[in-house]
T-cell receptor
Framework: AQRVTQPEKLLSVFKGAPVELKCNYSYSGSPELFWYVQYSRQRLQLLLRHISRESIKGFTADLNKGETSFHLKKPFAQEEDSAMYYCALSRYSSASKIIFGSGTRLSIRP | DVKVTQSSRYLVKRTGEKVFLECVQDMDHENMFWYRQDPGLGLRLIYFSYDVKMKEKGDIPEGYSVSREKKERFSLILESASTNQTSMYLC???????????FGPGTRLTVT
């Protein structure tokens, strides 16, 4: 069965420190992975997707098929990064839905 | 810009009432979704629709039904609201089923 696991419910780091939000998935085929973010009092929105290989707001995420991981990283945290982050997976060549992880709340301390 | 709107931001209903949550998108997307968002549980898919009048059950469809009579509108129906359906409900749409989803602002439903 496909599953997305985010082991940390809450991650608290100091401003300027590196950030890594963990995401592991289980899927035997070729997945497409996403990170979505929800800032306070804003709607959930796409942050980045692995096929675009972009850096958005200083965040990057690399798909590691060997470890079945898609961790989100940022070298220097900023206070405005405080938000709820969801990792998500969809299957290629399928009309199926996206599967979301349970989310990690990132809190940046000044 | 894709716009997904939901009929109410906050809703308070009594146990046993029939509840309608409406969602409208303006980008001609084929696919629409209803989720509930609960702390520690993330987003759980209730139902989705890949075309007008077409629907599929998600992970937690019990106690819910949906209606999609027009492409732009997807309604979630709680046939007989119960207190365990108190939650934040999010609607989303996408051009392709596995592609980027665009979310509405959410409806916080309280069932007393």
């Amino acid at each position: 069965a496909q599953r997305v696991t985010q082991p940390e419910k809450l991650l608290s780091v100091f401003k300027g420190a590196p950030v890594e939000l963990k995401c592991n998935y289980s899927y035997s085929g070729s997945p497409e992975l996403f990170w979505y973010v929800q800032y306070s009092r804003q709607r959930l929105q796409l942050l980045l997707r692995h096929i675009s290989r972009e850096s958005i707001k200083g965040f990057t995420a690399d798909l590691n098929k060997g470890e079945t991981s898609f961790h989100l990283k940022k070298p220097f945290a900023q206070e405005e990064d405080s938000a709820m982050y969801y990792c998500a997976l969809s299957r290629y060549s399928s009309a199926s839905k996206i599967i979301f992880g349970s989310g990690t709340r990132l809190s940046i301390r000044p | 810009d894709v716009k997904v709107t939901q009929s109410s931001r906050y809703l308070v209903k009594r146990t046993g009432e029939k509840v309608f949550l409406e969602c409208v998108q303006d980008m001609d997307h084929e696919n629409m979704f209803w989720y509930r968002q609960d702390p520690g549980l993330g987003l759980r898919l209730i139902y989705f629709s890949y075309d007008v009048k077409m629907k599929e059950k998600g992970d937690i469809p019990e106690g819910y039904s949906v209606s999609r009579e027009k492409k732009e509108r997807f309604s979630l129906i709680l046939e007989s609201a119960s207190t365990n359906q108190t939650s934040m409900y999010l609607c989303a749409s996408s051009l392709s089923a596995g592609g980027e989803q665009y979310f509405g602002p959410g409806t916080r439903l309280t069932v007393t």
